[in-house]
Nanobody, 122 residues
């Protein structure tokens, strides 16, 4: 059984920073990839950041240069570091991890966090 717990959301003023955490627990062999999504009210879900098993990253144009997606393998945790936040970054952020629970599990299974609210306003 694998569980993901997100944390780190909250309210911040424009220009501020937040770091979201997505911690996986349970029977984990490897985290093969990670994605952060966000969904603002009345808008479609948007893929914000991607981290591959090889360590490559990709970001939505709207967050390039401001967001990063670091990971801590020892803690089975993936982060979303958000800097220079703007009001348009306000959304519910959700993590999605591709996890193998055994060395020979192919493909990895997708797990989702519960979502965390980020609000950027004066």
């Amino acid at each position: 059984q694998v569980q993901l717990v997100e944390s780190g959301g909250g309210s911040v003023q424009p220009g501020g920073s937040l770091r979201l955490s997505c911690a996986a627990s349970g029977s984990i062999f490897s985290i093969d990839g990670a994605r952060w999504y966000r969904q603002a009210p009345g808008k479609q879900r948007e893929l914000v950041a991607t981290l591959t098993s090889g360590g490559s990253t990709d970001y939505a144009d709207s967050v390039k240069g401001r967001f990063t997606i670091p990971r801590d393998n020892t803690q089975n945790t993936v982060y979303l570091q958000m800097n220079s936040l703007k009001p348009e970054d306000t959304a519910v952020y959700s993590c999605n991890l591709a996890i193998r629970t055994a060395w020979n599990q192919r493909p990895p299974y997708d797990y989702w966090g519960q979502g965390t609210q980020v609000t950027v306003s004066l």
